[in-house]
């Protein structure tokens, strides 16, 4: 990888040069972990000093809330850049990293981990699972990031995109075992952090969009690697017998033929270990289709889709469930984050777990039982007005489930809330996550119900959905929402530019930390939402913030790189934002109150013109094709409408378009080293239609001006 020899780690302000092997000890690394803290259940449930980050939400309750409290309301306005790491080869970078005993570690492009030195960013160690190579053809289905890496003992687990779970000795980063989480049928890829409770790890994955998908989790054994219990989140094939009463009692919600679609309910994110009441909350995903009326053409509401699972961590037996979105359509999966906090509601003391999730509800379940304790909208629910607190159920809309024809709905498939990072702080009561308002147009008139089949390659859903701009009367699409899980409403919003927006992080400095997809890293007050500080850093920002103390020094550090799903396939809105493909710098950058580096200048936002091409005449019907091969292998990386939004390059700028030669070997060949999967099976026709169509979305940007 070229990149390696280009890292620049800058501290405090001063270049130092650094050589690396790749997976050898560094000479430098001092032997903190002989000295430091177990890395354990103990230290997982409650870290008082706030010096580390041990896990994906900081501590096993999620709430990413740190004790810290030097850098608060008063002090923030002297945050300044402490030391930086140059990323130069990486893409979107959207994970947590994780600190533990002075040793920074973070996962990257193409699941590379990296540890450096958490008060210089000095590079100790990197390691490459060479996703690459063991990828292949799974590259069609996702994207190579991963929202974070895990730790336990001596060992960080790094889950990869192709499927793997590996673990790596903390100290040197070598690798220490290996083991395939997915079976070979499945097209399923893992962007998800890894869990580890009690010496086990767990992992998901994603890939409901792209085949015949049947999602589970599996917890491995920390040390060996060895299998230790696996949960299917949907039932199979009723003639195949169930793997457990829980899919039997699934399988009673469930009607037509479903297996044949497998069902979908892919669990990628959302995975919760709860050390009082011993138990494991998965968020499941949606159906595989969405369209409901293919996957499960009787109706039913389809268990476990778009749920929290509750699992026993031991044995991985189910314990309870509840369904935020029953027989859901739409792509309302609930697989966003699950945040555990005790709660007094009514003067009684609730063991609380909170979820926002996609379909624009607030959760408070009791995580006791899994009964609803309240739900409200967080943003605009066009398809079901209120949770019924007797019943638990969503109170739908008649026709959201475009049953009668096209439904206009809100939240879209992109969801109210995605991945990014939800925090909770004790003090203000208050839990902090960024917010979309979109309506989306969805239909099915134009597709043929019995006949549909899913994807073999590319992606399939079953329903056609149309973006339509925001759902609120004053256009705003994403905004920071300060929410009261009491009283079920809003504290505070920060109305944002643009939309997608980073995850949080809070502190006792009574701070809300949030980085935008305009750039900016903004502190706020945690009690009234009031903006106490900014900061550009040169590129979108889509990973959430951390904070850490080395040797009194307080820490704030974020990973900078536009990345995830919606930069990928986002399109006009997403590109408008102006990251475009390798032009802004990507890196990990560090702040204190002490901090007196600061970061090289950054080239504006700048969004892609079209290649003028006279000569190429559009074929209107080769267009029309190639649209619906574009939609299936290309735009989840190139972009809606063939607009990139930074994660490949633009098509409609690129002059391989011209070539009929050139394009069929980028496309059959692929750049695999790159990201960038081979199609070796598409036909001189198609490629023909997929240039057409990228040349017409071209011509009809060009045209516009
Ligand atoms: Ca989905």
Not at 561 to 566: D, K, Q, S, V
Request: charged fraction near 20%; glycine fraction near 12%.
């Amino acid at each position: 990888m070229t990149t390696r020899a280009a890292l620049v780690p800058v501290w405090r302000g001063a270049v130092l040069a650094t050589a690396l092997v790749l997976g050898a000890p560094s000479p430098q690394l001092p032997a903190q972990r002989a000295s430091g803290p177990a890395v354990d259940d103990a230290a997982l449930a409650d870290e008082p000093s706030g010096a580390h980050w041990l896990a994906f939400g900081r501590t096993y309750s999620e709430q990413r809330f740190s004790p810290l409290a030097r850098i608060d309301t008063s002090t923030v306005g002297n945050l300044a850049v402490d030391w930086f790491l140059d990323l130069p080869g990486e893409r979107g970078l959207v994970s947590t990293p994780l600190v533990v005993d002075g040793v920074l570690y973070f996962i990257g492009s193409m699941n590379i981990v990296r540890a450096v030195n958490a008060a210089s960013g000095a590079l100790l160690w990197e390691y490459d699972p060479e996703v690459a190579v063991h990828a292949g053809r799974r590259m069609r289905a996702g994207w190579d990031h991963s929202r974070g890496i895990a730790f336990w003992n001596d060992a960080v687990y790094v889950a990869t995109w192709d499927g793997r779970l590996n673990a790596v000795d903390a100290a040197t980063g070598r690798e220490l075992w290996s083991t395939m989480t997915i079976e070979p049928e499945d097209n399923f890829y893992i962007t998800g952090a890894p869990k580890v409770f009690k010496g086990k790890v767990l992992v998901g994955n994603g890939g409901t969009e792209n085949g015949a998908a049947r999602g589970y989790v599996t917890a491995y054994d920390a040390e060996t690697g060895e299998q230790a219990w696996r949960f299917h989140i949907v039932p199979g094939n009723p003639a195949d017998g169930f793997e457990n009463e829980a899919m039997a009692m699934a399988a009673e919600t469930w009607t037509g033929e479903w297996w044949k679609h497998g069902g979908g309910g892919n669990a990628w994110h959302g995975f919760t270990y709860d050390p009082e009441l011993d138990t494991l909350y998965i968020g499941t995903g949606n159906g595989s289709p969405w369209n409901r009326k293919i996957r499960s053409p009787g109706g039913g509401d389809n268990l476990f889709l778009c749920s929290i699972v509750a699992l026993d961590p031991d044995t991985g037996e189910y314990r309870w469930h509840y369904q935020t979105t029953p027989g859901e359509t739409w792509d309302y999966n609930s697989n966003m984050d699950i945040v555990l906090a005790d709660l007094n509601i009514d003067g009684r003391a609730v063991k609380a777990l909170m979820h926002a999730p996609k379909n624009g509800f607030f959760y408070v379940i009791d995580r006791a039982n899994g009964e609803l304790v309240s739900a409200a909208p967080f943003t605009e629910t066009t398809w079901a007005t209120s949770v019924d607190p007797a019943s638990g159920r969503p109170v739908e809309v008649p026709g959201a489930r475009y049953e009668n024809g096209p439904a206009f709905v809100s939240p879209g498939p992109i969801g109210g809330h995605n991945w990014h990072a939800m925090s909770y702080n004790p003090a203000t009561g208050l839990a902090y996550f960024p917010a979309i308002h979109l309506s989306y147009r969805f239909s099915d008139e134009s597709i043929d119900l019995d006949a549909w089949r899913s994807p073999l390659r590319g992606t399939g859903t079953g329903v056609r959905t149309t973006r339509l701009g925001s759902s609120r009367p004053d256009g705003v699409l994403g905004s920071l929402q300060a929410w009261d899980p009491v009283r079920q409403r809003r504290a505070w919003e920060v109305p944002l530019d643009g939309m997608w927006h980073a995850g949080t992080l809070t502190t006792a400095g009574n701070l809300v930390f949030q980085g935008s997809a305009t750039g900016e890293l903004a502190a706020y007050d945690a009690e009234t939402g009031a903006v106490l500080w900014r900061f550009r850093v040169g590129s979108g920002i889509s990973a959430p913030p951390i904070t850490y103390a080395v040797d009194g020094r307080q820490y704030l550090a974020l990973l900078v790189g536009w990345g995830g799903a919606y930069a990928g396939v986002g399109g006009r809105i997403s590109a408008d934002q102006g990251w475009a493909y390798g032009v802004h710098p990507r890196r990990l950058i560090a702040f204190s109150l002490e901090g007196a580096a600061s970061l090289p200048p950054s080239p504006p936002p700048r969004v892609p013109a079209p290649l003028e091409a006279p000569h190429f005449e559009v074929d209107a019907g080769l267009a029309r094709q190639g649209a619906l091969e574009f939609g299936g292998v290309c735009s989840s990386c190139h972009g809606g409408g063939a607009v990139s939004s930074g994660m490949a390059p633009d098509l409609r700028a690129s002059g391989l378009v011209l070539s009929a030669g050139a394009f069929a070997n980028i496309v059959r060949d692929g750049r695999t080293e790159r990201g960038m999967p081979d199609y070796p099976e598409l036909t001189d026709q198609q490629l023909t239609a997929l240039r057409h169509y990228i040349r017409q979305q071209a011509e009809l940007e060009l045209a516009g001006r």
